[in-house]
């Protein structure tokens, strides 16, 4: 069964900083697109970073600029560096592996991030 484990997140300040971590065990890691989503309550997840197997990376346009993803494949592990954060961020943020535009496993127990003053 893989494993997806999202860590990193906690109560900042508008303005700073997280790094995000999702260690997983997908099968074939270095071959697989993988993303960061997020959800708030009452609202559907949404996919805000992608990465492919070649490093190609992607973004939602109200994280350019401000978000990077990134992975290490020895790890099997997909990052997410977010700066300048504002209280829109606040949200549940989990990780998957995209294929066709969709999710395919289960998802982890995700990481919530607070952005508050």
């Known amino acids: 069964q893989v494993q997806i484990v999202e860590s990193g997140g906690g109560s900042v300040q508008p303005g700073g900083s997280l790094k995000l971590s999702c260690r997983t065990s997908?099968?074939?890691?270095?071959?697989?697109?993988m993303g960061w989503y997020r959800q708030i309550p009452g609202k559907r997840r949404e996919l805000v970073a992608d990465?492919?197997?070649?490093?190609?990376?992607n973004y939602a346009p109200d994280v350019q600029g401000r978000f990077s993803i990134s992975r290490d494949n020895g790890q099997s592990t997909v990052y997410l560096e977010m700066s300048d954060l504002n209280p829109e961020d606040t949200a549940a943020y989990y990780c998957?592996?995209?294929?066709?535009?969709?999710?395919?496993?289960?998802w982890g127990q995700g990481t919530q991030v607070i952005v508050s003053s």
């Open positions: 998957n592996r995209i294929l066709g535009g969709l999710a395919v496993f289960p």
């Open positions: 990465i492919t197997s070649g490093g190609l990376t």
């Open positions: 997908i099968p074939a890691f270095s071959a697989a697109a």
